[in-house]
């Protein structure tokens, strides 16, 4: 449709504003605007139609207009085009001289247009012209090529703007190094036209990996990992790419992350992880008669428990496949498609230090963190996690002891392993328990004036002590069944200060030796309860008596505590060992999620011991924090005596309460956290 033409001044401005125009000297624009006719359209209108003849040029006067090109059977929408940006040249300039785009007017629009031939004219007469059209044809060529062949198609045209700006095009012929192994690799290149193929030469013998072509996007992994190049890649036909140095990607990672984390999940695609080495692998099965794959890292006394799927993909980790060569294999042998049971398998083998896979240097780290990390809540909520899993959830490793406790099991910790040793700690525990309710009113009245008088603090030392007898109880029960015990230290669970040891190898054990050594260590304190109680049948003084009796009483509360089945204590390994159901809680978190999000009340039908588990849990840890107080409150009352008003011990039993749901919800939030990313999609064969 036509309009009359705006002044030769208006036409003139609006060429001017273009990069394309803006060379040519006033006379000249002029000349040219004189052949401008002007258009308008409506919303939705369209302007010019791909696959057409190009017969005229436009330039956007006023409103905006929509740019589609097809893909297969879809259309791809590439930008959008505002006054003063010109569209339409590519088919003056193509010798096919057809549209290469659909382009729509978004709404009300104004546009001039320029005939073939005038503009034809304009360029012979013009060499500035042709050169900014020119350079402006190779822009457009590279954004188009940018948002429908190439890795980056996802990103908005003002970022593919500024990546197509910084590639330079590198012609090649046929037999053409590109990229040569053992090199640095100081920048990458995207095939734009012709086929290449990467090689790899080990000693003499030189290989073929791949054979690409236009769309592939190679190099990328030495400049993200600062490794030297590990393969040449060799043109077999003439063509072109587009390099990009890596300053230039970095900057870019650095504007965008999401420009650097599609390189970097192009890097994993390539990936070809490889087992990691001194890595033994047992087999042990489970109550239902399934079998389980059990991998130990000898040097560091890891251990990762795979199923049959992910023991199949563990096996394929041989450093020569990729992972989309894995999946594929995978899908061959279980006739199911699940890429996403690969990647999540390899990446968590690879967390667990199983598996070595090329990592990005720090600067690529640091560039792809520092910006856009999430909301500002999100992150201060993530660093206030941190800083309270940090004072109430940590944990010191004093190395393995190993030898002093297999010392100590031949020296004697043996028999208590037999029967007759059995049948004596028995007789301990009953005889002593009932030996505390006896004497417990008269211990009782003893202990109101040794808060005060300081010497029924000497419990603290005892109840110390028989911490560190608990874990010893649990090394002596490793070294019965002939295991190594992997390592010792201390921990802080809230208000709680314990000791472990590193029980792992007994992942390779049946079920019975597991719930023998989860138990011991609660064994250990009910003897000591035990010989506390007879104690007190054969001492009179009674400021003794009172001390021996709270050693007992604590000594049981230690062993109710360490039946909790929320934390790592063991309470939760016995139920876990019993259930035959490794990372208990993380699974039954998951499935509570998945119930939570889709209200589907068939997963708690199918799942009953994991959303039991998580339901009751959650109730645990909610009515422990009022126990606690109802619990710190008379006690502190009591321990301060006159010494302080009663408000002071109030605020006590409530730090306490509210120490105690902190660290309870920095050391549930690892496993929520994990949970809540796993419930939205399928579990990874390794867990």
């Known amino acids: 449709m036509s309009a009359p033409l705006p002044s030769a001044v208006d036409r003139t401005g609006v060429l001017a504003s273009h990069p394309a125009f803006a060379t040519l000297s006033r006379p000249v624009l002029e000349s040219l605007a004189g052949h401008f006719a002007e258009e308008r359209y409506g919303p939705g209108e369209v302007i010019v139609r791909e696959g057409d003849a190009g017969d005229r040029l436009f330039l956007v006067a006023s409103g905006s207009v929509d740019v589609h090109s097809a893909d297969g059977r879809r259309s791809v929408f590439m930008r959008s085009l505002g006054p003063g940006e010109l569209f339409g040249e590519m088919a003056l300039l193509e010798p096919d001289g057809r549209r290469n785009a659909t382009v729509t007017a978004s709404g009300p629009v104004r546009v001039l247009s320029l005939p073939k031939a005038a503009f034809a004219e304009a360029l012979q007469a013009e060499g500035g012209l042709r050169e900014s059209v020119l350079r402006l044809r190779e822009a457009i060529l590279r954004f188009r090529f940018l948002r429908l062949a190439s890795p980056f198609g996802a990103l908005e045209p003002a970022m593919l703007e500024a990546l197509a700006a910084r590639m330079t095009r590198s012609d090649f012929k046929a037999g053409e190094t590109l990229i040569r192994q053992g090199d640095a690799g100081d920048f990458a290149l995207l095939i734009a036209e012709g086929e290449v193929e990467v090689v790899r030469r080990d000693g003499a013998e030189e290989r073929r990996l791949a054979t690409l072509g236009v769309g592939a996007m190679l190099g990328e992994a030495a400049i993200l990992t600062g490794a030297l190049r590990n393969a040449s890649l060799r043109a077999l036909t003439d063509g072109h790419a587009f390099r990009i140095d890596r300053d230039a990607l970095l900057e870019l990672f650095e504007r965008d992350r999401r420009i650097g984390l599609q390189a970097i999940q192009l890097l994993r695609l390539r990936e070809r992880p490889r087992q990691a080495p001194n890595v033994e692998a047992h087999e042990r099965r ?378 309870s919800s920095a050391f549930l939030s690892r496993s929520l956290k994990l949970a809540w990313r796993e419930s939205g999609r399928q579990p990874a064969a390794g867990l």
């Open 286 to 663: 489970t109550v239902e008669g399934d079998t389980l794959h059990i991998l130990k890292r000898k040097d560091t006394g890891a251990f990762f428990q795979l199923s049959e799927s992910g023991w199949r993909i563990w096996q394929s980790l041989d450093g020569e496949a990729t992972l989309r060569e894995i999946a594929i294999a995978h899908m061959l042998a279980t006739r199911t498609f699940a890429p996403q049971l690969v990647a999540d398998t390899v990446a968590a083998l690879t967390a667990a230090g199983f598996v070595e896979v090329q990592s990005v240097t720090r600067d690529v780290a640091e560039r792809l963190g520092g910006r856009g990390g999430g909301r500002g809540g999100d992150s201060a909520l993530r660093r206030i996690g941190a800083v309270l899993r940090r004072l109430f959830v940590w944990h010191w490793d004093l190395g393995s002891g190993d030898r002093l406790i297999g010392s100590l099991y031949d020296r004697g910790g043996h028999l208590a392993y037999r029967a007759a040793g059995l049948a004596v700690l028995a007789a301990i525990v009953l005889c002593g328990t009932a030996a505390v309710v006896v004497t417990g009113p008269e211990a009782r009245a003893a202990m109101e004036r040794g808060w005060s008088e300081g010497w029924l603090w000497l419990v603290v030392p005892l109840v110390y002590a028989s911490v560190a007898l608990h874990e010893l109880g649990h090394g002596l029960s490793v070294k019965h069944y002939r295991r190594e015990v992997l390592g010792a230290g201390l921990g802080c669970q809230g208000p709680v200060l314990f000791a472990y040891v590193n029980t792992s190898d007994m992942w390779l054990e049946g079920r019975l030796p597991r719930l023998v050594v989860d138990a011991s260590g609660m064994v250990v304190n009910m003897v000591l309860a035990g010989l506390a109680g007879l104690a007190l049948l054969i001492v009179d003084d009674p400021e003794a008596a009172a001390v021996l009796w709270l050693f007992a009483v604590v000594s049981w509360q230690v062993v109710l505590v360490n039946l909790n089945p929320v934390f790592d204590l063991d309470g939760y390994y016995l139920l876990s060992d019993w259930l035959d159901r490794p990372n208990l809680r993380t699974k039954s978190f998951r499935r509570f999620l998945e119930l939570v999000r889709s209200g589907e009340l068939g997963i708690a039908r199918r799942h009953p011991v994991e959303i039991a588990y998580s339901v009751l849990s959650l109730v645990y840890v909610s009515a422990m924090g009022v126990v606690l107080y109802f619990l710190y409150r008379p006690l502190l009352a009591s321990w301060l005596g006159d010494a302080g008003p009663a408000l002071l011990a109030e605020l006590g039993a409530l730090a306490i309460a509210l120490l105690w749901y902190a660290s």
